[in-house]
Structures are given as structure tokens and as C-alpha cells.
């Protein structure tokens, strides 16, 4: 087990890597830079202010320096907004976005689940065909349209929740709405397919010959094995659900990371881009890590130390 | 000998989209203290629905059992609420199913899977718990019990595990066993250690066992009673001996001359030519009579009564009617 951690681990290291040396070189060669906007400021000022963020250096310096302030996790000042560096703007947004993110994936984890379930045990029944139109609906409205539409209604139209920003409980309500309702669909129809083929299992049978009680069976005997589906494509969720924090924010005006990160990538602010980046994608390279390890913990065939030889 | 379980004109059908499968269609069977009864016959002829029923485990829908009983120690299994039928279940009467490889669930132990059902009926403690599957585990035979307990399902052989699933059946020391092929899926010599343990189980703790095959090999070393269904009925019954050697319906002289034997090597086998009826519509007659060398005009029409050749012998055919030997002779 912790020869395979060490490893993971390893590889986790090299993927954060790679997706910063792309973005590094992808960001160098997009048109437009940080300063040349500011025209206006004399030829010796924007040398100077060159100099400062290390842009005068040659592409293969700055590369160096910017692995530099990766690994002492020191992203250096904002170009666009002088007063702030990376890190602060990280450590404000963060757990703004991570609070989103968070209730996001439990409510559609949770729902999303229970729904399926429900769904499978009533299978062609009433709560089955409205759970299952919902989940098409979750799944075909994209996630910004369906923002824009509970914005309308449930904020214009009628004041249940207010519209935008982030300061209250009530506030929360419909960007998660917004953001879990996609995933959720997924989950529910995943968990519906996948407990209704386990429940014809021989061993659920056998549970049943054994004059269990059907809570036990489902919950002890069939929910486990009908989750190892969900559990394979949790980390895909989790990378939707980040990109789609990123369209949420914007549209909420939530001041978390995304709001940052797109900002960055309009304003050409490179060390901002650099270090949400390298943030998000060790982030999201975590989050996948856990899954992992949650499938071997739930299916004893798979066996962690085993996997890749090592 | 105390009867323990008698089943009375069985009904049981599916309704499906294509329309209603008549899978069990007026089954009678009893069973004895501490005897083997096998319920042989081809693939679909209702063996399994047969078992299912007694302990409701009939998936309900598409599944009803439509009409007749199941008594079982003098109670009707199919007027017991689902929470009495499940107080049963386990604990009076258990069940082994065909696939060993598919019966036990992956993400259990052992241990778990084999305690969970006395946990559930007796008021025990885990400890006690665990000391009784011991103990069963080591009755069929696997070794290391302590620490094979802790083990998962895909740990195991094909043959261990339905040792495992034998010990877990047994646990709560039912007084019936029903067996839907247990060894189908195993190799032959696995198949004769399974059996050896059923006979010594059944020496040991006296349970009566319900074991469904299609191999007559097994029916040869094991059963005490026979009982031949084909298109959801049971067309004969009786003592292995007078299933062996008088077989009386042309369905088993069929099935007997389609396996080989010991005693005539060499010998071509002879398949029974056709295949059983549609139980979505069911031959009011004979349901034999496409297949049957010896049908008569009325086997079509009308369904045979029963016939009681002995006090154990009993075959649902024309051909033991008075009428029928004039019939023959004429022709
Ligand atoms: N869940 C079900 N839905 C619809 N039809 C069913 C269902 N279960 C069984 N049947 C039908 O009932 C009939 C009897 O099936 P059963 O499983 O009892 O056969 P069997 O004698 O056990 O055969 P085998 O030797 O292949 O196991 C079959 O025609 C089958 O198609
Ligand atoms: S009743 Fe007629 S068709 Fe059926 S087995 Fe007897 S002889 Fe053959
Ligand atoms: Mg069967």
C-alpha cells in the first residue's frame, strides 16, 4: 500500500508538471501579453516593469523561474492587480470555491444516488418514469442555461433566493442547484442501470434465501456493488464540476478562484494564469488519487499494492 | 416417516409482454424426514420455479404463485406474510444455488457472509457468531477456518466456495436443504467431493434435501425419491430403484436411454427427438404427445390422470389406463 502511495504519488508530481509546462508555453504563445495594453506608459517604465516580472528574460529563463515558484508554491505578485500576489488571491478564492464545489458534488452524490436507487427498486413505476425524465432533462440542459433560467424565476420572477454573490446560505441555493444538477442526472440514471443488473445478481438472491430483511439486502448486499460504477466516474464528475465552477462564479459573481482564473486569462495576468492552473490541476489530480483509493477500499478483487507490478 | 413438506397442485406463472409463461402447472411433491428427493427433467421444465416457490422467492413481478400450497411443518408457505417467510428462510429451510462463483458477493467476507444470517435469527453474539461458522467451515471441510473467515470470495476455488456456500446454507441447521444444481458448475471430481459432503451432511445432522439435477449420475448415487417433471408437471415419481428400473412414463424411459450407463458400454445413447411445449400456451392433452412414441388420439386432448402403481410409484400417462392396452392390442 504505501509502496503504491509513494508511487501515485509520483506520478502525480509529473502530471502537474506536464499540464504546467503546457500551459507555460500555450500561455507565451497566445497574442497579447500582460503590459503591451498600456500603450501609454513611456518605453522606460514598461522596461522597468518587464524587468520586474522577469518578461525580458529569455523564454527558457522564465520557464525555469516560473518551476522555481512552483516548487517553493511562492506564484510571486499579480501583474494586473499590483497590490495582490497569487497566493493571496488563491487563499481568498479557494475556499470560496472549494465551499461550492463541496456542497456541489454531495448533493449530487447524495441525490443523485438516491434517486437511482429509488428509481431501480420502482422499476416502471410512477417514481421511476419521473426520475428518469428528470435526469434526461439534468442532463441534456447545459448548466449555464439552467443558472440563467433559476435566475429568472426563481430570483426575478419570484424572490425566493436572491440572484448573485456569496454571503449567506440562501445565496448558495441556486448556484449549487445549478452546478449539481448535470452531475446528478448522471449519477442517478448510472445508479438506477447498475442497481437494477445487481439486484438480479445470484448473491442478492442468496441474501434474500437467507431471510434477510430487504433494507439489509439492498443496502448491505446490492448498494455497494451498484456503486462501484459511480465510484469509476466520480473523478470525471469532480473535472466537470471544477470547469464548471469556473462559468458559475462568472455568472453569480462569486468571488472565488474561477472568477480569478478566467479574469487571468483575459487580462493576460501570467502569473496568476500559471499558478491557478498548477493549483487547479494538482487539485483535481488529488481528487482522482482519493477515488482510487475509494474504489480498492470498496472492492476487495482490486488490490492497490498489486496494480502496475509494483 | 414425518412428512415435512407437501406441495399441492402448484401453480405458478410469469406474466410477461409476450403473455403469461405457465412455468409450474399443478406440481404435486412431498417430502420425508431426512430423505433425498431429485427433481430431474430438461432445461425449462420448471424445476427451479418449483424450488423458488417454497421459499417465495418467486421475483414478484412478473412471478404469482396462482393457485395451490406449500405446507411446510403443517404450515401453508404461500398464506405466511413476507415477515414470516423470511423467519423461515435460513433458518428452517435453506437454499444452494447453481454458480458458486456468482452466489457469494464479492465485497464480503467470508466471515460476514457467513454469519449474517444466524446474527439475524438467533440472538447471539458476534464472537458466538464466528465460533459457528468456524465450526461449519471446518464440517466442509476447508482448512484454516480462523483465517479464511477473513477472506473475500475470489480468494476461493470453485469447489471451496460452495463448500462455503453449503456451510453457510447449513448454519442455522435447517431441517430442509434445496440444492438447484449444485455442482453443475464444477469439475467432475469436485462434483463427487460436493456430493460426498451432502451425503455426509445429511448422515450427521438428518436434514431432508431437495436436489435439482439434470445429471442421472448423481440421481443414481444419491436419491432416495424421484421425481420426472417436464412442461411444469410432474409426470412421475417414485423410489430410485422403481424410477431406475420401472420406469413407467416414455418420457423417462427417454431420459434414461439419453444417459449413458455402466452396464451397457458402447451403446448408442438415443436423445429424446423435439423440444418441450410452449408454456406460454400450453397442449391441453399430453404435454408429451409431440415427442412420444407411443401417443394414442387421446393423448392430445385430454391430460392424463394419476396413476398409482405402488404406494411410492405414481406416472401421469393414458397408457395406464385399462382402455389403452385394448387400444394397443387392437392396433
Ligand atoms: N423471471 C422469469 N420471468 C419469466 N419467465 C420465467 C422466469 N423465471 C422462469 N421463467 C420461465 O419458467 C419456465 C421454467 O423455468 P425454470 O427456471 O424453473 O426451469 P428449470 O427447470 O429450472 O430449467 P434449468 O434446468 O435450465 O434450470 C421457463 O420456461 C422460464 O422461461
Ligand atoms: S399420455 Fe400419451 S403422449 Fe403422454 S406420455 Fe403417455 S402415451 Fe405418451
Ligand atoms: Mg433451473
Same mark, same amino acid.
Given at each position: ?10 506520478? *502525480?508530481?509529473?502530471? %502537474? +508538471?506536464? !499540464?504546467?509546462?503546457?500551459? =507555460?508555453? /500555450?500561455?507565451? $504563445? &497566445? ?50 492587480q ?10 481568498r ?38 426520475? *428518469?425524465?428528470?435526469? %434526461? +432533462?439534468? !442532463?441534456?440542459v447545459?448548466? =449555464?442555461? /439552467?443558472?440563467? $433560467? &433559476? ?37 442517478a ?35 455497494r ?38 479574469d ?47 | ?14 406474466v ?119 465450526d ?64 455426509k ?5 438428518g ?23 417436464y412442461?411444469?408437471?410432474v ?40 423440444t418441450?411445449?410452449d ?53
Amino acid at each position: 500500500m504505501a509502496k503504491y502511495i509513494i508511487k501515485r504519488f509520483a506520478l *502525480m508530481v509529473i502530471t %502537474v +508538471l506536464i !499540464i504546467a509546462t503546457l500551459t =507555460f508555453f /500555450l500561455m507565451n $504563445l &497566445l497574442p497579447g501579453s500582460p503590459l503591451n495594453e498600456e500603450r501609454s506608459t513611456n518605453e522606460a517604465v514598461q522596461q522597468n516593469l518587464e524587468a520586474h516580472f522577469n518578461l525580458d528574460e529569455p523564454l527558457i529563463v522564465q520557464y525555469v523561474l516560473y518551476l522555481k515558484s512552483i516548487a517553493t508554491l511562492d506564484f510571486g505578485p499579480s501583474i494586473k492587480q499590483p497590490t495582490e500576489t497569487v497566493n493571496s488571491l488563491l487563499s481568498r478564492g479557494f475556499p470560496i470555491s472549494a465551499e461550492l464545489g463541496i456542497w456541489t458534488i454531495l448533493t449530487a452524490v447524495i441525490s443523485g444516488i438516491a434517486l437511482g436507487v429509488f428509481a431501480a427498486l420502482k422499476h416502471n413505476g410512477l417514481i421511476d418514469y419521473i426520475a *428518469m425524465t428528470v435526469a %434526461v +432533462l439534468g !442532463i441534456s440542459v447545459p448548466n =449555464f442555461v /439552467l443558472a440563467t $433560467l &433559476l435566475i429568472q424565476e426563481l430570483a426575478v420572477n419570484r424572490d425566493f433566493f436572491p440572484a448573485a454573490t456569496w454571503s449567506s446560505p440562501a445565496h448558495m441555493v441556486l448556484p449549487i442547484l445549478a452546478l449539481a444538477t448535470g452531475p446528478m442526472a448522471i449519477i442517478a440514471r448510472l445508479t438506477r442501470s447498475s442497481m437494477l443488473e445487481t439486484l438480479t445478481q445470484d448473491y442478492i438472491k442468496t441474501a434474500r434465501a437467507k431471510g434477510l430483511s430487504p433494507v439489509k439486502v439492498i443496502i448491505k448486499h446490492a448498494l455497494r456493488n451498484a456503486l462501484m460504477p459511480v465510484v469509476t466516474i466520480l473523478g470525471t464528475l469532480m473535472a466537470g464540476i471544477l470547469t464548471g465552477t469556473f462559468v458559475i462564479e462568472k455568472i453569480f459573481a462569486i468571488p472565488g478562484m474561477g472568477k480569478y482564473f478566467v479574469d487571468s486569462i483575459n487580462q493576460r495576468d501570467y502569473p496568476v494564469i500559471m499558478g491557478t492552473t498548477v493549483f487547479y490541476s494538482a487539485f483535481l489530480v488529488f481528487m482522482l488519487f482519493l477515488v482510487d483509493i475509494a474504489y480498492g477500499l470498496l472492492d476487495p478483487r482490486i488490490k492497490l499494492h498489486d496494480e502496475g507490478g509494483g | 416417516m414425518d412428512k415435512i413438506l407437501d406441495i399441492k397442485d402448484l401453480h405458478v406463472s410469469f406474466v410477461t409482454y409476450g403473455g403469461e409463461v405457465q412455468a409450474v402447472r399443478g406440481v404435486n411433491l412431498e417430502l420425508y424426514k431426512g430423505e433425498t428427493l431429485a427433481i430431474v427433467g430438461e432445461s425449462g421444465c420448471g424445476k427451479s420455479v418449483t424450488a423458488n416457490s417454497i421459499m417465495k422467492l418467486i421475483p414478484s413481478p412478473p412471478g404469482k404463485i396462482k393457485h395451490g400450497s406449500i405446507h411446510f411443518k403443517g404450515k401453508d408457505m404461500t398464506k405466511l406474510s413476507n415477515k414470516e417467510v423470511r423467519k423461515i428462510r435460513g433458518v428452517d429451510i435453506s437454499m444452494i444455488f447453481q454458480d458458486p462463483m456468482t452466489a457469494l458477493n464479492p465485497t464480503l467476507t467470508i466471515g460476514d457472509q457467513l454469519t449474517e444470517g444466524i446474527k439475524q435469527h438467533r440472538k447471539i453474539s458476534a464472537k458466538q457468531a464466528n465460533h459457528h461458522a468456524i465450526d461449519m467451515l471446518k464440517l466442509v471441510g476447508i482448512p484454516n477456518p480462523d483465517e479464511r473467515m477473513k477472506q473475500y470470495p475470489h480468494q476461493f476455488s470453485g469447489g471451496m466456495r460452495q463448500r462455503i456456500v453449503i456451510a453457510m446454507a447449513l448454519i442455522c441447521e435447517p431441517e430442509l436443504l434445496i440444492a438447484d444444481e449444485p455442482t453443475t458448475a464444477l469439475d467432475v471430481t469436485i462434483q463427487a467431493q460436493i456430493l460426498q459432503l451432502f451425503q455426509k451432511i445429511q448422515r450427521e445432522t438428518g436434514v431432508s434435501i431437495i436436489l435439482i439435477t439434470h445429471d442421472l449420475g448423481i440421481v443414481a448415487k444419491v436419491a432416495n425419491r424421484i421425481a420426472v417433471m417436464y412442461a411444469g408437471k410432474v409426470i412421475e415419481t417414485g423410489t430410485r430403484q422403481e424410477i431406475f428400473y420401472h420406469p413407467n412414463h416414455p418420457y423417462t424411459q427417454g431420459l434414461l436411454n439419453s444417459v449413458p450407463r455402466l452396464d451397457q458400454k458402447g451403446e448408442r445413447l438415443i436423445p429424446i427427438d423435439g423440444t418441450p411445449p410452449d408454456l406460454f400456451a400450453p397442449p391441453e392433452g399430453c404435454p408429451f404427445t409431440a415427442r412420444c412414441p407411443k401417443a394414442m388420439e387421446v393423448c392430445s386432448r385430454i391430460y392424463p390422470f394419476q396413476t398409482e402403481l405402488s404406494q411410492t410409484h405414481a406416472v401421469e400417462c393414458w397408457l395406464q389406463d385399462e382402455r389403452a392396452k385394448k387400444y394397443i392390442a387392437s392396433s
